[in-house]
């Protein structure tokens, strides 16, 4: 069989990652493919910077629709990111029946339904393994792999610089502040890591696995964010003293017809695998009804692991281009009509063990206000931790406690009444807790 032909779009460092990858290992690709792949065209507004790479200079463009009205090539590779002109790009070479291949974790966030209707009605695949987790193969194992089994959660520690911040903090006693600095001149944070520290960029990823596990479309509004910009040192040490470690967790249940959905710091037990994943490393624990729980761990972005998924999605639609396979597998996994809309569980009704730190004055009957009202809001307490200071000293004091599983509403409801009493001094914090990660 001929050479399968592609078209990148987008030069970047994960399109030069792509481009080193094909040329690495064209024999290792042949070998297990039965066919080369080979990039014909590279789209950028860019093509004279220095990626690290060689190509031939004919195949460089400044022109995306040369990509687009080229009929030898079969396969687009979207590397753009963002919403627009990758959502552009992406249905124009739909439209002429090219199949996709894309990293793009926020485009199909916000537009993967437009996307995959589309894709079906061209009948050609929308491949996106690296849109989550970079080079960890998780997508393929739910789509394939475990596509037999109903899952009922999906927990995951999904974004490298946050996790990179709070291992930091953890093992250092660092403040965020710093470092965010220095992970900014690392290169592991953006000079605007909003998208990252705010839990943007997770919930993106949540939003295509739990789109994946549960067969649900979901409005990616839908999902709580929250971020760790207001972490502080304080909620970290408490965190380890109660035996807990703080991660940016999204989490994925489906539960009696619901959807739940949302990102925000957690804390998890120091026993629980997820706990151990440290530094810039991501992990994606799914429990299916029959395989149990599964954790893929691994390097969740970077050039090389990118490039990785991006080639392994090359090798999978040219596997079926040789056969004449079509359309072999739609992009959820689930036939196009059994994909559902389920509701998605207002953050209200969820329910978790919490741990919250208040910043109080030392007077006589603190301890029992804030107990009053936790109680009079329905909510027990299981432990408590205050730090001791000087007698006479108008410091405002920690008082930590964690509580027994509470409805949501009612935590905020109580923390309302609280943070109005006379000696709080600042906004109380609150984490939520996920002890049974199953």
Do not use: W
């Not at 990758?86 to 996307?115: C, D, P, Q, R």
């Not at 063990?353 to 109080?360: E, H, N, V, W």
């Not at 943070?419 to 199953?438: A, M, Q, V, Y």
Request: proline share 4%; with cysteine; charged share 20%.
């Amino acid at each position: 069989m001929n050479d399968i032909k592609v078209g990148l779009i987008g030069f970047g460092n994960i399109g030069a990652g792509v481009v080193k990858l094909l040329q690495d290992n064209a024999d290792v690709i042949r070998g297990k493919v039965g066919t080369g792949i080979v990039l014909k065209r590279i789209a950028d507004l860019d093509i004279t910077s220095d990626r690290g790479v060689t190509v031939d200079p004919d195949c460089l463009t400044t022109d995306v629709n040369a990509i687009f009205d080229d009929p030898e090539i079969s396969v687009v590779i979207e590397l753009i990111g963002g919403y627009e002109p990758a959502k552009s790009f992406v249905l124009k070479a739909i439209e002429k029946g090219k199949h996709i291949v894309t990293a793009n974790k926020a485009l199909l966030a916000l537009h993967g339904a437009e996307i995959y209707a589309a894709a079906a009605k061209h009948n050609v695949e929308v491949q996106f393994e690296a849109s989550v987790g970079g080079g960890i193969p998780v997508l393929t194992a739910i789509k394939s792999n475990m596509a037999a089994n109903r899952f009922g959660s999906v927990f995951g520690i999904m974004n490298g610089t946050c996790n990179y911040i709070l291992t930091r903090m953890t093992q250092e006693g660092a403040d965020f502040g710093d470092v965010l600095t220095a992970a900014q001149e690392l290169g592991y944070a953006e000079p605007d890591p909003t998208f990252d520290v705010e839990g943007i960029d997770t919930a993106h990823k949540l939003a295509v696995l739990v789109s994946l596990c549960f067969g649900t479309r979901i409005d990616f509004n839908d999902i709580h964010t929250e971020g760790i910009s207001g972490i502080s040192g304080l909620d970290v040490k408490f965190a380890q003293d109660f035996g807990y470690r703080i991660k940016l967790l999204a989490i994925g249940k489906l539960s009696n017809g619901q959807v739940e959905a949302r990102v925000h710091p957690t804390m998890i037990p120091l026993h629980n695998p997820l706990a151990d994943v440290n530094g810039v490393f991501n992990a994606i624990r799914l429990t299916g009804d029959f395989v149990g729980p599964v954790m893929f761990y691994g390097r969740g972005a970077g050039q090389n692991p990118t490039a990785s998924a991006i080639v392994g999605d090359l090798m999978g639609l040219s596997r079926s281009m040789m056969v004449c396979a079509g359309r072999r597998i739609a992009p959820l996994g689930f036939l196009d009509d059994r994909i559902t809309t389920l509701p998605v569980k207002p953050m209200a009704e969820i329910v978790s063990k919490y741990m919250l730190r208040f910043s109080a004055l030392d007077k006589p009957g603190v301890l029992a206000s804030i107990a009053g009202a936790l109680g009079s809001n329905g909510i027990s307490i299981e432990s408590m931790m205050q730090t001791s200071h000087q007698a006479g000293d108008e410091t405002p004091v920690p008082i930590v406690i964690m509580t027994h599983e509470a409805r949501e509403g009612a935590v905020q409801a109580a923390l309302k009444e609280i943070d109005g009493f006379d000696f709080i001094c600042e906004k109380t914090s609150f984490i939520r807790i996920e002890d049974n990660l199953e």
